[in-house]
């Protein structure tokens, strides 16, 4: 899979970036995409993400990650057919983290700041791979996975 990694923060070591594509991969053969997938990660300050958030989710506020995926079919949207003969790569889509509010949430949670920001890697990869918590039963499945794809890679609370 190819992932695109985005600093904005200018504040994210290369090692950290490099945990989290590990991680991210790590999640893509857990679920078997194929080789030529690709993503992109943006790391940004909780100002950064506010600005999203009150753009695309009318909540004016900032959160942890807000992932847009490419494949998510609204109500109003045609659907992409894509012809395998195309030889594109299927873009999953884009994840947003604020790491200064996994930073909060690390602390709030009692747990290291890498673990948080692993889990809001893998959420927001399952968000843009079809999966929500809309639902009691949609959060059982998606929460479920998500903790099978961390305790499987070793990052556990």
């Given at each position: 899979?190819?992932?695109?990694?985005?600093?904005?923060?200018?504040?994210?070591?290369?090692?950290?970036?490099?945990?989290?594509?590990?991680?991210?991969?790590?999640?893509?053969?857990?679920?078997?995409?194929?080789?030529?997938?690709?993503?992109?990660?943006?790391?940004?300050?909780?100002?950064?993400?506010q600005v999203i958030n009150?753009?695309?989710?009318?909540?004016?506020?900032?959160?942890?990650?807000?992932?847009?995926?490419?494949?998510?079919?609204?109500?109003?949207?045609?659907?992409?057919?894509?012809?395998?003969?195309?030889?594109?790569?299927?873009?999953?889509?884009?994840?947003?983290?604020?790491?200064?509010?996994?930073?909060?949430?690390?602390?709030?949670?009692?747990?290291?700041?890498?673990?948080?920001?692993?889990?809001?890697?893998?959420?927001?990869?399952?968000?843009i791979n079809g999966y929500?918590?809309?639902?009691?039963?949609?959060?059982?499945?998606?929460?479920?996975?998500?903790?099978?794809?961390?305790?499987a890679y070793g990052l556990?609370?």
């Amino acid at each position: 899979m190819d992932i695109t990694f985005i600093d904005e923060t200018g504040e994210v070591s290369q090692d950290k970036i490099t945990e989290i594509e590990d991680l991210l991969q790590f999640a893509a053969d857990y679920l078997k995409l194929p080789e030529d997938t690709e993503m992109s990660v943006t790391f940004m300050d909780n100002a950064a993400i506010q600005v999203i958030n009150r753009d695309y989710r009318d909540k004016d506020a900032p959160t942890d990650v807000i992932s847009f995926a490419m494949e998510e079919d609204g109500e109003d949207e045609v659907p992409i057919i894509f012809d395998e003969e195309m030889a594109m790569p299927r873009n999953l889509g884009d994840i947003m983290i604020s790491t200064e509010r996994a930073a909060e949430q690390a602390e709030e949670y009692g747990h290291s700041f890498d673990r948080e920001l692993g889990f809001l890697a893998v959420h927001g990869f399952l968000h843009i791979n079809g999966y929500d918590h809309m639902t009691p039963e949609d959060e059982k499945e998606m929460f479920g996975l998500q903790k099978e794809i961390l305790d499987a890679y070793g990052l556990k609370r």
